[in-house]
Protein backbone atom coordinates (compact mmCIF):
# COMPACT_ATOMS: atom_id res chain seq x y z
CA UNK A 1 0.00 0.00 0.00
CA UNK A 2 1.40 3.54 -0.95
CA UNK A 3 2.42 5.56 2.35
CA UNK A 4 -0.09 8.34 3.01
CA UNK A 5 2.23 9.95 4.16
CA UNK A 6 4.49 11.13 0.96
CA UNK A 7 2.63 9.66 -1.76
CA UNK A 8 1.92 12.29 -4.29
CA UNK A 9 -0.28 11.05 -7.33
CA UNK A 10 -0.36 12.45 -10.85
CA UNK A 11 -2.64 11.78 -13.97
CA UNK A 12 -3.14 13.55 -16.91
CA UNK A 13 -6.61 14.16 -17.32
CA UNK A 14 -8.78 13.36 -20.16
CA UNK A 15 -12.35 13.30 -20.33
CA UNK A 16 -14.55 10.67 -21.84
CA UNK A 17 -18.11 10.61 -24.03
CA UNK A 18 -18.92 8.79 -20.70
CA UNK A 19 -18.23 11.29 -17.97
CA UNK A 20 -21.54 12.94 -18.16
CA UNK A 21 -20.57 16.75 -18.68
CA UNK A 22 -22.80 18.87 -21.71
CA UNK A 23 -21.52 21.47 -23.75
CA UNK A 24 -24.08 23.42 -22.24
CA UNK A 25 -22.58 23.00 -18.48
CA UNK A 26 -19.32 24.57 -19.87
CA UNK A 27 -20.14 27.80 -22.65
CA UNK A 28 -16.41 28.99 -22.27
CA UNK A 29 -14.70 25.23 -23.19
CA UNK A 30 -13.93 25.48 -26.99
CA UNK A 31 -12.74 28.75 -26.27
CA UNK A 32 -10.85 27.66 -23.53
CA UNK A 33 -8.72 25.33 -25.39
CA UNK A 34 -5.20 26.35 -26.59
CA UNK A 35 -3.18 23.62 -28.13
CA UNK A 36 -0.40 25.78 -27.31
CA UNK A 37 -1.04 25.88 -23.73
CA UNK A 38 0.97 23.69 -21.78
CA UNK A 39 -0.93 21.36 -19.37
CA UNK A 40 -2.71 23.29 -16.22
CA UNK A 41 -1.21 21.51 -13.07
CA UNK A 42 -3.58 21.51 -10.31
CA UNK A 43 -2.29 20.39 -6.54
CA UNK A 44 -5.46 18.20 -4.87
CA UNK A 45 -4.37 18.57 -1.03
CA UNK A 46 -6.97 16.80 0.94
CA UNK A 47 -4.67 16.86 4.37
CA UNK A 48 -7.62 16.23 7.37
CA UNK A 49 -6.16 17.94 10.60
CA UNK A 50 -9.64 18.19 11.80
CA UNK A 51 -12.76 15.88 10.74
CA UNK A 52 -11.86 13.26 8.43
CA UNK A 53 -14.85 13.29 5.55
CA UNK A 54 -15.43 9.63 4.14
CA UNK A 55 -14.64 11.56 0.55
CA UNK A 56 -10.76 12.15 1.17
CA UNK A 57 -9.96 9.09 2.45
CA UNK A 58 -7.98 6.30 0.65
CA UNK A 59 -10.29 3.71 -0.55
CA UNK A 60 -7.66 0.03 0.03
CA UNK A 61 -5.11 0.56 -2.87
CA UNK A 62 -7.26 2.77 -4.48
CA UNK A 63 -6.97 6.70 -4.15
CA UNK A 64 -9.89 8.49 -2.45
CA UNK A 65 -13.20 9.15 -4.57
CA UNK A 66 -12.20 13.12 -4.01
CA UNK A 67 -9.32 12.90 -5.41
CA UNK A 68 -10.60 10.88 -8.37
CA UNK A 69 -13.50 13.14 -9.29
CA UNK A 70 -11.00 15.91 -10.32
CA UNK A 71 -9.10 12.98 -12.37
CA UNK A 72 -12.59 12.33 -14.46
CA UNK A 73 -13.90 15.06 -14.76
CA UNK A 74 -10.76 17.56 -16.39
CA UNK A 75 -11.04 18.05 -20.28
CA UNK A 76 -8.46 20.36 -21.48
CA UNK A 77 -5.51 19.33 -20.35
CA UNK A 78 -5.96 19.28 -16.90
CA UNK A 79 -2.95 17.23 -14.66
CA UNK A 80 -4.01 16.65 -11.18
CA UNK A 81 -1.24 16.04 -8.03
CA UNK A 82 -2.81 14.76 -5.27
CA UNK A 83 -1.42 14.87 -1.85
CA UNK A 84 -2.04 14.81 1.91
CA UNK A 85 1.38 15.84 2.93
CA UNK A 86 1.61 19.38 3.61
CA UNK A 87 5.56 19.56 3.20
CA UNK A 88 4.84 20.21 0.03
CA UNK A 89 4.12 24.08 0.48
CA UNK A 90 7.82 24.22 1.07
CA UNK A 91 9.08 23.26 -2.35
CA UNK A 92 8.63 24.74 -5.88
CA UNK A 93 4.95 26.33 -5.88
CA UNK A 94 5.51 27.95 -9.55
CA UNK A 95 4.78 24.65 -10.87
CA UNK A 96 1.01 25.14 -10.08
CA UNK A 97 -1.72 27.03 -11.58
CA UNK A 98 -3.94 26.35 -8.77
CA UNK A 99 -4.39 24.73 -6.03
CA UNK A 100 -7.54 22.56 -4.92
CA UNK A 101 -8.38 22.25 -0.90
CA UNK A 102 -10.57 19.34 0.70
CA UNK A 103 -9.02 20.19 3.92
CA UNK A 104 -10.35 20.37 8.27
CA UNK A 105 -8.59 21.65 11.07
CA UNK A 106 -5.22 23.67 11.48
CA UNK A 107 -2.94 21.86 8.65
CA UNK A 108 0.03 23.18 10.38
CA UNK A 109 -0.83 20.23 13.12
CA UNK A 110 -0.46 16.78 12.24
CA UNK A 111 -4.06 16.18 13.33
CA UNK A 112 -6.42 13.43 13.06
CA UNK A 113 -4.65 11.59 9.10
CA UNK A 114 -1.09 11.50 10.38
CA UNK A 115 0.03 12.82 7.45
CA UNK A 116 2.79 15.57 7.98
CA UNK A 117 1.85 19.43 8.49
CA UNK A 118 2.06 21.99 6.43
CA UNK A 119 4.87 24.50 8.34
CA UNK A 120 4.14 28.10 8.98
CA UNK A 121 6.32 28.94 6.55
CA UNK A 122 4.39 26.71 4.23
CA UNK A 123 0.57 28.50 4.62
CA UNK A 124 3.01 32.01 4.10
CA UNK A 125 3.47 31.01 0.48
CA UNK A 126 0.68 29.33 -0.58
CA UNK A 127 -1.20 32.77 0.18
CA UNK A 128 1.42 34.83 -1.54
CA UNK A 129 1.28 32.24 -4.38
CA UNK A 130 -2.58 32.71 -5.04
CA UNK A 131 -2.15 36.63 -4.43
CA UNK A 132 0.39 36.88 -7.29
CA UNK A 133 -2.02 34.91 -9.61
CA UNK A 134 -2.32 30.95 -8.69
CA UNK A 135 -6.00 30.11 -8.65
CA UNK A 136 -7.72 28.13 -5.60
CA UNK A 137 -10.56 25.90 -5.37
CA UNK A 138 -12.33 25.26 -2.06
CA UNK A 139 -14.45 23.01 -1.24
CA UNK A 140 -16.66 22.01 2.16
CA UNK A 141 -14.67 21.88 4.97
CA UNK A 142 -11.92 23.93 3.01
CA UNK A 143 -13.63 26.83 5.01
CA UNK A 144 -13.53 24.74 8.19
CA UNK A 145 -9.43 25.24 7.74
CA UNK A 146 -7.20 27.43 9.88
CA UNK A 147 -10.48 29.02 11.99
CA UNK A 148 -10.47 32.68 13.07
CA UNK A 149 -9.29 33.33 16.53
CA UNK A 150 -12.74 33.85 18.95
CA UNK A 151 -15.91 32.32 19.27
CA UNK A 152 -17.24 30.02 16.35
CA UNK A 153 -20.46 32.10 16.96
CA UNK A 154 -19.27 35.63 16.35
CA UNK A 155 -18.56 37.58 13.85
CA UNK A 156 -14.18 38.16 13.79
CA UNK A 157 -12.66 41.93 13.00
CA UNK A 158 -9.40 40.26 12.25
CA UNK A 159 -10.00 37.11 10.67
CA UNK A 160 -6.69 34.52 9.30
CA UNK A 161 -5.22 35.16 6.94
CA UNK A 162 -6.46 31.55 4.99
CA UNK A 163 -9.98 32.69 5.46
CA UNK A 164 -9.54 36.18 4.30
CA UNK A 165 -8.21 35.00 1.50
CA UNK A 166 -11.41 32.02 0.67
CA UNK A 167 -14.38 34.94 1.75
CA UNK A 168 -15.68 32.84 4.47
CA UNK A 169 -15.56 30.27 7.36
CA UNK A 170 -17.74 27.54 8.91
CA UNK A 171 -19.20 28.27 11.66
CA UNK A 172 -21.72 25.18 12.47
CA UNK A 173 -24.37 22.06 10.41
CA UNK A 174 -26.89 20.38 11.58
CA UNK A 175 -28.48 17.45 10.97
CA UNK A 176 -28.10 16.58 6.83
CA UNK A 177 -31.39 17.30 4.87
CA UNK A 178 -33.33 17.92 1.90
CA UNK A 179 -32.73 22.11 0.98
CA UNK A 180 -33.05 24.41 -1.71
CA UNK A 181 -30.19 26.18 -3.02
CA UNK A 182 -30.89 29.47 -5.86
CA UNK A 183 -28.85 29.37 -8.52
CA UNK A 184 -27.69 33.10 -8.57
CA UNK A 185 -25.54 33.44 -11.69
CA UNK A 186 -26.16 30.93 -14.49
CA UNK A 187 -23.66 32.16 -16.03
CA UNK A 188 -20.27 31.37 -14.56
CA UNK A 189 -18.27 28.65 -15.73
CA UNK A 190 -20.13 25.13 -14.62
CA UNK A 191 -23.18 26.50 -14.26
CA UNK A 192 -24.71 27.29 -17.51
CA UNK A 193 -28.00 25.93 -18.04
CA UNK A 194 -29.11 25.73 -14.63
CA UNK A 195 -32.30 26.08 -12.99
CA UNK A 196 -33.09 28.92 -10.87
CA UNK A 197 -33.15 26.73 -8.03
CA UNK A 198 -31.97 23.38 -6.80
CA UNK A 199 -32.75 20.54 -4.26
CA UNK A 200 -29.83 18.41 -2.71
CA UNK A 201 -29.59 16.44 0.32
CA UNK A 202 -25.96 17.58 1.67
CA UNK A 203 -24.89 18.70 5.09
CA UNK A 204 -24.86 22.24 4.98
CA UNK A 205 -22.44 24.23 6.61
CA UNK A 206 -23.58 27.70 8.44
CA UNK A 207 -21.16 30.35 7.55
CA UNK A 208 -20.09 33.60 8.45
CA UNK A 209 -16.96 35.67 8.09
CA UNK A 210 -18.13 36.71 4.65
CA UNK A 211 -15.36 39.16 2.64
CA UNK A 212 -17.94 41.73 1.17
CA UNK A 213 -16.48 42.04 -2.34
CA UNK A 214 -17.28 37.88 -3.29
CA UNK A 215 -19.30 37.35 -6.48
CA UNK A 216 -22.00 34.97 -4.78
CA UNK A 217 -22.84 31.89 -7.02
CA UNK A 218 -25.22 30.07 -4.83
CA UNK A 219 -27.59 31.01 -2.07
CA UNK A 220 -28.71 28.36 0.77
CA UNK A 221 -32.28 29.25 0.80
CA UNK A 222 -32.75 28.46 4.78
CA UNK A 223 -36.57 29.02 5.35
CA UNK A 224 -38.37 25.50 6.30
CA UNK A 225 -34.52 23.71 7.13
CA UNK A 226 -34.82 21.55 10.03
CA UNK A 227 -31.96 22.91 12.90
CA UNK A 228 -31.06 26.02 14.80
CA UNK A 229 -28.00 26.68 12.84
CA UNK A 230 -30.66 27.44 10.02
CA UNK A 231 -32.74 29.77 12.08
CA UNK A 232 -31.13 33.11 9.70
CA UNK A 233 -32.34 34.28 6.13
CA UNK A 234 -30.38 33.27 3.26
CA UNK A 235 -26.48 33.46 2.97
CA UNK A 236 -24.30 32.22 0.18
CA UNK A 237 -23.29 29.05 -0.51
CA UNK A 238 -20.18 29.28 -3.13
CA UNK A 239 -18.73 32.27 -4.29
CA UNK A 240 -15.59 33.55 -6.58
CA UNK A 241 -13.19 36.49 -5.80
CA UNK A 242 -9.96 37.86 -6.36
CA UNK A 243 -7.35 37.86 -4.18
CA UNK A 244 -4.81 39.72 -5.90
CA UNK A 245 -4.21 39.04 -9.07
CA UNK A 246 -5.51 35.68 -8.06
CA UNK A 247 -9.16 33.52 -8.24
CA UNK A 248 -10.52 31.85 -5.93
CA UNK A 249 -13.71 29.92 -5.69
CA UNK A 250 -15.22 28.47 -2.70
CA UNK A 251 -18.50 25.54 -2.60
CA UNK A 252 -19.88 24.68 0.83
CA UNK A 253 -21.39 21.40 -0.77
CA UNK A 254 -19.01 18.13 -0.84
CA UNK A 255 -19.94 16.30 2.34
CA UNK A 256 -21.74 13.18 0.77
CA UNK A 257 -19.83 10.72 -1.26
CA UNK A 258 -23.18 10.84 -3.86
CA UNK A 259 -22.47 14.61 -3.85
CA UNK A 260 -18.74 13.54 -5.63
CA UNK A 261 -20.83 11.82 -7.76
CA UNK A 262 -23.64 13.68 -9.19
CA UNK A 263 -23.05 15.29 -12.44
CA UNK A 264 -24.23 18.70 -11.36
CA UNK A 265 -21.55 19.05 -8.57
CA UNK A 266 -18.59 17.50 -11.37
CA UNK A 267 -20.02 19.99 -13.61
CA UNK A 268 -19.83 22.55 -11.24
CA UNK A 269 -15.94 21.48 -9.82
CA UNK A 270 -15.15 21.51 -13.76
CA UNK A 271 -15.95 25.19 -14.61
CA UNK A 272 -14.50 26.19 -10.99
CA UNK A 273 -10.96 24.31 -12.75
CA UNK A 274 -11.46 26.44 -16.01
CA UNK A 275 -12.07 29.79 -14.61
CA UNK A 276 -9.43 29.24 -11.39
CA UNK A 277 -6.90 27.92 -14.21
CA UNK A 278 -7.48 31.24 -16.69
CA UNK A 279 -9.02 29.34 -18.73
CA UNK A 280 -12.40 30.75 -18.76
CA UNK A 281 -13.75 34.40 -17.52
CA UNK A 282 -16.79 35.08 -15.48
CA UNK A 283 -18.58 38.72 -14.00
CA UNK A 284 -17.04 39.08 -10.73
CA UNK A 285 -18.99 41.77 -9.37
CA UNK A 286 -19.55 41.86 -5.84
CA UNK A 287 -23.10 41.09 -5.28
CA UNK A 288 -23.67 39.96 -1.92
CA UNK A 289 -25.69 43.13 -0.64
CA UNK A 290 -27.68 42.87 -3.13
CA UNK A 291 -28.54 39.08 -3.53
CA UNK A 292 -28.07 37.89 0.48
CA UNK A 293 -29.17 41.28 2.12
CA UNK A 294 -28.87 39.87 5.66
CA UNK A 295 -26.20 37.23 5.21
CA UNK A 296 -24.32 38.79 8.39
CA UNK A 297 -27.51 37.84 10.60
CA UNK A 298 -26.39 35.19 12.91
CA UNK A 299 -28.26 31.83 14.52
CA UNK A 300 -29.42 31.86 17.45
CA UNK A 301 -26.87 29.88 19.84
Known sequence: MPDRTTDVSRRALVLGAGAGLTQAALPCARAAGDG?????????????SGFEHDPVKPQGRHPSLAERTPTAIGRHGFEILATKDGRIFDGDLARY????????????????????PMSANGKKRLLVAIRSGKGFIGVHSASDTFH??????????????????????????????????????????????????????EEWYSLKNFTDDIHVLLVLETKGM????????????AWARREGSGRVYYSAMGHRQDVWTSRRFQEMLAGALLWATGAAEADLSANMTEVTPQAWVMPAQ
Do not use: C, W
Open 36 to 48: NRKNRSILFFSKS
Open 97 to 116: DAFFFFTTGDLTETGTDGTP
Open 148 to 201: SKGSAFEIQQNRDPYIAMLGGEFMSHGNQQQARVRVVDPHFPGLAGSAQSLRAT
Open 226 to 237: QGAEYRRPPFPL
